[in-house]
């Protein structure tokens, strides 16, 4: 039975000259579970709000939307459909969990005891019972997401829209929710519909992909012909699908989603000598850019440390990557080294300089800029391109580097948008633009491969290997793990409060059992040192094929 249909479907966004959607026609069954992907910018937010009567966006619309046969325009049973948003705060409302949980039930004048055993099957169901009736305030960035996933499925959805809902999770917490989705849509038969740019762990567990590009619907189909369709035309989204299909298909072997299938493949397929992959260790200069001693930082001093005597070194010209879950202290460790924030205890200094003897905004001119977890932090005009234009005059950059910038990141579509208006991943986008234009010595970034596609990500890592040519110093903070391997010099972890011994990737990578790369878990014991996809398929090839 059709769910949702979408009839020929277009829409444009006020003051846009080109469609944002054009003439999308799909259907979607009860009990699908079907993915959205495609580039920044081609339509897949734009298409999940328009399945949604209360979030649809102002703008010109032709075609139909239809809820169990009936135009979307007219359904009025909000709670049919939920939607979980890609930044967890942005959807919470009360200040404790058992009041989230609550919140719809009681709009909906729920009975009292309808709702006590609706609420307390759900507990149950998602484990919350343990923190039930903590604050909201307190809770871990995978506690958020999995409390907004509750809230939503205790009203009883017919379909459940997603939003790059694991985009701010850590590498557990995201195989956590997704596991919890499976689940939904496997033991409930719930519909899910959802979008994402990080395709590893997803692909394998939809039913259906739907890719679109520029507004345009290229595919809908089974994920075993969506993948033959993308290695038949070689598209750009063939760098974002998991590496297990990416390994798989690049050495002509059964296609394979997850680690365990791409492993025995590789087991059945190729030579397994136990052989050893050489690799050199990055030469780092001697030289000292940020020091920070002896740290110790609270939000409330009352509870325990957030940084807690942490002490870390990075060398000039490097880039260093700082990994942990969430709630670990990452953010705040790149607030501290910005003076956004002050530690009670210890001492930092950029550059052999005390960060508090820098004076009159010294410490940001032309010298450290920050990519804050929410872009959105860093505009400051009613267009994109005119907080642009004063990076370039607060920089010192030329109108050359600007549209070289532009062209780089393919923003030129949005450089007339409010920033508020576009997508996750276009802001992002933008954001590094307006960053990169003031020409910092130093760059502290949080999550900048958020909301970004492959090939944005590729390109950001050739921006930041061009920089670092240049003497740029950059510390990255993120949960993208296989962006980390392919940009890093070092890496750290940041546990208990304090970092670890930053070391190559390699060295860390071989080593860990969660916090790795599926090339390393694919190739673990039998491939030694292969951290990445193009590392495991090099030696894998050189190896040669069994008889």
């Not at 009670?344 to 905004?361: D, L, Q, V």
């Not at 802001?427 to 307006?434: D, F, P, S």
């Not at 130093?442 to 492959?454: Q, S, Y």
Request: aromatic residues 8%.
């Amino acid at each position: 039975m059709a769910l949702l249909e979408i009839k020929n479907l277009s829409f444009k966004y006020p003051l846009e000259d080109k469609y944002a959607l054009e003439n999308i026609s799909l259907t979607i069954s009860e009990g699908d579970f079907l993915l959205v992907c495609g580039k920044t910018g081609c339509g897949k937010t734009t298409l999940l709000k328009l399945m949604k009567k209360e979030l649809m966006p102002n703008g010109a619309k032709t075609g139909q939307v239809l809820f169990m046969g009936n135009s979307i325009d007219n359904n009025d049973q909000p709670q049919s459909i939920g939607y979980v948003f890609q930044n967890p705060d942005n959807q919470i409302v009360t200040d404790k969990v058992w009041h989230e949980l609550s919140f719809g039930l009681e709009n909906l004048n729920t009975k009292v005891e309808v709702m006590n055993n609706r609420i307390a099957e759900i507990a149950n169901f998602f484990g919350i019972d343990n923190w039930f009736y903590d604050k909201t305030a307190n809770l871990s960035g995978g506690q958020k997401q999995i409390l907004n996933l509750a809230s939503v499925l205790v009203m009883n959805p017919k379909v459940i829209l997603l939003d790059e809902p694991t985009s701010q999770l850590d590498p557990i917490a995201r195989s956590n929710f997704l596991a919890l989705l499976t689940k939904i849509n496997q033991e409930l038969g719930i519909t899910i519909v959802l979008v994402e740019h990080n395709l590893e762990d997803v692909f394998g567990i939809v039913d259906e992909v739907l890719l679109l590009d520029s507004g345009r619907l290229l595919i809908k189909g089974l994920k075993e012909e969506v993948n033959y369709y993308i290695r038949k035309n070689n598209l750009d989204i063939r760098e974002a699908l998991p590496s297990a299909l990416q390994i798989t298909n690049s050495l002509n072997l059964k296609v394979s989603y997850f680690v365990k299938d791409a492993r025995q493949a590789l087991i059945n397929n190729y030579f397994n000598v136990n052989c050893k992959m050489s690799y050199k260790v990055p030469i780092l200069s001697e030289d000292t850019v940020i020091d920070c001693k002896n740290i110790f930082y609270s939000y409330d001093r009352k509870k325990q440390d957030i940084l807690n005597n942490l002490n870390i070194k990075v060398l000039k010209g490097e880039i260093l990557t700082v990994l942990g879950s969430n709630g670990s202290g990452k953010t705040t460790l790149l607030n501290v080294i910005s003076g956004v924030i002050k530690p009670y205890s210890g001492r930092i200094f950029i550059n052999g300089k005390k960060i508090k003897e820098y004076k009159n905004n010294s410490l940001y001119i032309n010298n450290l800029t920050v990519l804050p977890q929410n872009p959105l932090n860093v505009f400051l005009k009613k267009r994109v391109i005119d907080d642009l234009n004063d990076s370039l005059l607060i920089g010192g950059s030329s109108e050359e580097d600007k549209n070289e910038i532009i062209d780089i990141f393919q923003l030129k579509s949005y450089l007339y948008s409010h920033p508020f208006d576009l997508s996750g991943g276009e802001v992002q986008k933008c954001a590094l633009a307006k960053i990169l234009l003031l020409k910092p010595k130093i760059m502290l970034l949080d999550e900048p491969t958020k909301g970004l596609d492959a090939f944005a990500k590729k390109q950001l890592i050739n921006i930041l290997k061009r920089l670092q040519l240049d003497g740029v110093t950059i510390v990255i903070v993120t949960h993208d793990i296989e962006f980390s391997a392919a940009i890093s010099d070092r890496i750290a972890m940041l546990f208990d409060g304090r970092v670890n011994n930053p070391t190559n990737i390699h060295d860390f990578f071989s080593n860990n059992i969660l916090y790795t790369t599926k090339a390393s878990l694919i190739s673990k014991n039998f491939y030694q040192n292969t951290v990445t996809n193009q590392e495991l398929i090099a030696l894998a090839l050189e190896n040669g094929l069994k008889k």
